[in-house]
């Protein structure tokens, strides 16, 4: 990982991810298992060169970059996500994550799932749910990895499908009524930003926030118009109150207003240093980080997508940015703190995680 080594007092850490997207947590060795099984054909002829594959720094924006002839990260990603085709499918996907998020001390996590992805392959709506749902339930009680899921828009696919993909998921949600299954309880947005502007979705944020559910949306970093994209993440949607958190969100550093704004409403980003590490210089990308931080934004630090991300988890996006932003133990406290603030979990558990913390922190 960059020559860094996680350190003893990293790992210790009581850990909140806030943003991961499940489908990028498939490691090579579930993929390839899952393919054998579901008889699914892979353009790799051995594990070996699957495992290969992932090595590479995808074409993150063919759209901004130009073709360089590397596949772009999207394309690898649901080429990967073909293998998920029963419940047992979605069901070992999420265990697999829980059992790892366990060796990294993750205590809570909300991780982003869409449906869309499958739908359309013909895989039902109750296969997916259903898997990670029983997931939700045995990490949480095997793994002592609780979850709370967040229910993506695809962002490059035509609204009216999302809307209806969510119409089909709401059973599942944790909704105000009570009358759902409790897998998600907020939404969001996932996939190609490029001209998809936040806004177009919405009548779906308005429909989660009358069942109840949160709302947050991915800002990404250096993409076609990310600013607007943020200031009307911040003041537009929602009929004007605007979301909850930000997923990404680093350009804010290029507008004051948007410092301004995150602060005074309170709205965290969730970060995920090393997908951008990718694509920018440590000397370019930590300055910026720390800026947000004497700025005074709230934000956390995360994952993403790990397995196509150099298999970089959590861990080693808080140890880069403890390296290279001169973090203290403190600092890093400060960041677990965060994470638990801006997360939606139940008091019982932001109460134990920051309990942990504070003896953590006090052995060091």
Known sequence: MDGLEITPFIISLPKVELHVHIQGTLTPALRWKLAHKNNIPLRYPTYEALVDSYKITYNHRRELNGDNGAPTFLETYYEGCQVLCTEDDFYELAM???????????????????????????????????????????????????SNWIFCFLRDHPVEEGLKALHSALPWAQTKDGNGKGLFHAVGLASNEYDRPPGLFEEGFLLAKEAGLHVTMHCDVDQKDVVEHMREGIFNVCGGSGAERIDHGLNAIDSPELIAALKEKNIGLTLCPHAYHRRQATEVLFPKIRKLWDEGVQFCINSDDPTYMHDVWIDGNMMKVYRYCGFTKSDMGKLVRNAVEMSWADEVTKREILQDLERVLGRY
């Open 96 to 146: 697999t994550y829980f059992e790892k998020a366990k060796d990294m001390n993750v205590r809570y996590v909300e991780p982003f799932f869409d449906t869309q992805a499958h739908t359309k392959r013909g895989i039902p709506v109750e296969a997916i749910l259903n898997g990670f749902l029983r997931a939700q339930h045995d990490g949480a009680r095997e793994l002592g990895v609780k």
